[in-house]
């Protein structure tokens, strides 16, 4: 082993079953008995943040592709509607715009609260869904303020808005691919 970095818990792990073996004990002599231990595994082992901990449903990879799903989603339910709704062109109101975000925000806002929790960081995800909330309600607040007055474009194609609605949902899904 000279001339090569070996871990220092490869080390220890190497102290530690040499001193077992120069011991020359049983197992149930070393650590106990064996249902003893296994039942004082399972308290410790049944816990939900056990559960959350070994959970692969978390993380930030799992946490941005629900998110691509979920912008994914919307953008398609969104651009059907407004296919039926407008024919083949169609207006951007602003009010309207803001109302659309402020649906999105909470979604997100709990996707990433979710993340937050699994990740054992439980005081950000109350951040996090307090901060959604307020920027939902901020949203369909300024639209109710702002009315139907004011419009962003005219005579939009309907097709080039469906594109626009689905991009973030394939981008975000095309990039999640590509993270490791």
Same mark, same amino acid.
């Given at each position: 082993?000279a001339?090569?970095?070996?871990?220092?818990?490869?080390?220890?792990?190497?102290e530690?079953?040499?001193?077992v073996?120069?011991?020359d004990?049983?197992?149930a002599d070393?650590?106990?008995d064996?249902?003893t231990l296994a039942?004082?595994?399972?308290?410790e082992?049944a816990?939900?943040a056990?559960?959350v901990?070994?959970?692969?449903?978390g993380?930030p990879r799992h946490?941005?592709k629900?998110?691509?799903?979920t912008l994914?989603?919307?953008?398609?339910v969104?651009a @059907?509607?407004? *296919?039926? +709704? #407008?024919?083949w062109s169609? !207006?951007i109101? =602003?009010?309207h715009?803001?109302?659309?975000?402020?649906v999105?925000?909470?979604?997100m806002?709990?996707?990433a609260a979710r993340a @937050?929790?699994? *990740?054992? +960081? #439980?005081?950000a995800?109350i !951040?996090?869904? =307090?901060?959604?909330?307020?920027?939902a309600?901020?949203?369909?607040a300024?639209a109710?303020?702002?009315?139907?007055d004011?419009?962003a474009a005219r005579a939009?194609p309907?097709?080039?808005?469906g594109?626009?609605?689905i991009?973030?949902g394939?981008?975000t899904l095309?990039w999640v691919?590509?993270?490791q």
């Amino acid at each position: 082993m000279a001339g090569k970095h070996v871990p220092a818990i490869a080390l220890q792990e190497r102290e530690l079953l040499n001193a077992v073996r120069e011991a020359d004990l049983s197992a149930a002599d070393l650590f106990g008995d064996a249902p003893t231990l296994a039942a004082g595994d399972v308290l410790e082992l049944a816990t939900t943040a056990e559960a959350v901990r070994t959970s692969k449903g978390g993380g930030p990879r799992h946490a941005v592709k629900d998110a691509g799903g979920t912008l994914l989603s919307m953008g398609v339910v969104s651009a @059907l509607l407004l *296919a039926l +709704r #407008s024919s083949w062109s169609a !207006g951007i109101n =602003i009010a309207h715009l803001l109302v659309a975000v402020s649906v999105v925000v909470p979604f997100m806002g709990w996707i990433a609260a979710r993340a @937050l929790f699994s *990740a054992g +960081r #439980s005081v950000a995800m109350i !951040g996090v869904l =307090i901060t959604a909330g307020a920027i939902a309600l901020a949203g369909i607040a300024s639209a109710a303020a702002l009315g139907n007055d004011h419009i962003a474009a005219r005579a939009v194609p309907v097709p080039l808005l469906g594109l626009a609605l689905i991009t973030p949902g394939v981008v975000t899904l095309v990039w999640v691919r590509r993270m490791q």
